[in-house]
């Protein structure tokens, strides 16, 4: 059984940060790339960032860029996403998820997808307030 389990959200006050976390199981992690996504209430899904397997490329959307950093840890098949400053529209469910393959090729021109991602966790809830 599949299975990528979030935790790390939590409430926090803007400016300040927090870091998510995602275990893998059942699952080759570690030669899949690995991302993280996002849901408000009543918006899309949004993709904010990939990691390839081996952490070789790095991918982020604009609207996190230089704020958060995706990483991972194959060894233990962990995925990490730290956030700094964060801002109260910065407020969703985050989301893990893996895809192999992954479309690598066109991410920068089409963004992350979730139809790119075949697995995907049950979420961590980030709350930041002003």
């Known amino acids: 059984e599949v299975r990528l389990v979030e935790s790390g959200g939590g409430s926090v006050q803007a400016g300040g940060s927090l870091r998510l976390s995602c275990a893998a199981s059942?699952?080759?992690?570690?030669?899949?790339?690995m991302g993280w996504f996002r849901q408000s209430p009543g918006k899309e899904r949004e993709g904010l960032a990939v990691i390839s397997s081996g952490g070789f490329t790095i991918y982020y959307a604009d609207s996190v860029k230089g704020r958060f950093t995706i990483s991972r840890d194959d060894a233990e098949e962990m995925l990490y996403l730290q956030m700094n400053n964060l801002k109260p529209e910065d407020t969703a469910m985050y989301y893990c998820?893996?895809?192999?393959?992954?479309?690598?090729?066109?991410?920068?021109?089409?963004?992350?997808?979730?139809?790119?991602?075949?697995?995907w966790g049950q979420g961590t809830h980030v709350t930041v307030s002003s």
């Open positions: 059942g699952y080759p992690s570690s030669s899949s790339s």
């Open positions: 998820a893996a895809a192999r393959p992954f479309p690598w090729a066109d991410v920068a021109r089409q963004g992350l997808r979730e139809a790119d991602f075949q697995y």
